[in-house]
């Protein structure tokens, strides 16, 4: 009896023995897997954004690229055509005929003198004299891309290209300005695709929609759409600095450069 007795709390012993063994041994692997998992998925967080910011970065280059193309084109017109200082209509107008009817996607061009009055390639006049992006032209006398405006031929949101016309003494002689619609700007950036739903869409440095997949809101404030708190931070942060990224809880969102006019 004795025997057998001490043989079942040998038995007991190894049991409890083994049982602490294995706790010892799942306990490291559990950590070790808990450590894995989320190290794993941030690498994975940390990856996709920065595969995002990749996304964003390489269509403000294209974006870059393609207004820097227009104002070139501008300039070269410009130095091709010496006639362009005399400002005459007459012997200007059918050459900004030409490239208008060869640019499809410029809404129209304009030929406008150093005080701001002007016309457009129908010989109708217009004046832009308060413009801000003609007053910042004549203090720099270098090209401009405006912020998004309503125009006040049409009605229409345009963001005009202007590129100014110089005289031998390097004085603002007038300028040739080119408006492009949120139609043009919304081609070059429905092709940005993030993951499965996510997509790309640029606001200005006021908050301002330049284009939206929803054109109802092309021109006005992006903080009026944004009805929760945190993606109202998020878009506060967006606004204050120039790239980067910004998580919130209803998505992810790309910073990166947002006034088009302050690259030129």
Not at 214 to 221: A, L, S, V
């Amino acid at each position: 009896m004795k025997a057998s007795g001490w043989g079942f709390k040998s038995v007991s012993i190894r049991i409890k023995l083994l049982v602490v063994l294995l706790v010892l041994s799942i306990l490291p692997l559990i950590v070790s897997t808990v450590f894995f998992s989320g190290y794993l998925r941030y690498i994975s967080q940390s990856d996709n954004q920065q595969i995002q910011q990749d996304v964003a970065q390489l269509n403000i280059f294209r974006l870059d690229e393609w207004l820097q193309l227009k104002i070139s084109s501008m300039e070269e017109l410009i130095n091709l055509h010496p006639e362009f200082k005399t400002g005459d209509p007459k012997v200007l107008l059918p050459i900004l005929k030409m490239i208008d009817d060869s640019d499809r996607q410029i809404e129209g061009f304009n030929l406008i003198k150093a005080n701001g009055e002007g016309v457009d390639v129908n010989n109708v006049a217009i004046n832009i004299a308060d413009r801000d992006y003609f007053k910042k032209m004549q203090q720099t006398k270098k090209p401009v891309v405006s912020d998004m405006l309503v125009s006040k031929k049409t009605g229409k949101y345009v963001l005009p290209i202007a590129v100014p016309i110089l005289d031998n003494s390097g004085n603002l002689a007038g300028l040739v300005s080119a408006t492009v619609s949120p139609d043009t700007l919304t081609k070059l950036t429905e092709s940005i695709k993030v993951a499965q739903t996510g997509f790309g869409y640029i606001i200005s440095g006021n908050g301002e929609y330049y284009t939206y997949p929803d054109k109802e809101r092309i021109g006005k404030k992006a903080a009026d759409f944004e009805k929760n708190p945190s993606a109202r931070d998020a878009l506060k942060t967006i606004l204050e600095n120039p790239n980067g990224t910004v998580t919130y809880t209803d998505g992810f969102r790309l910073l990166s450069p947002i006034s088009l006019s302050s690259r030129f």
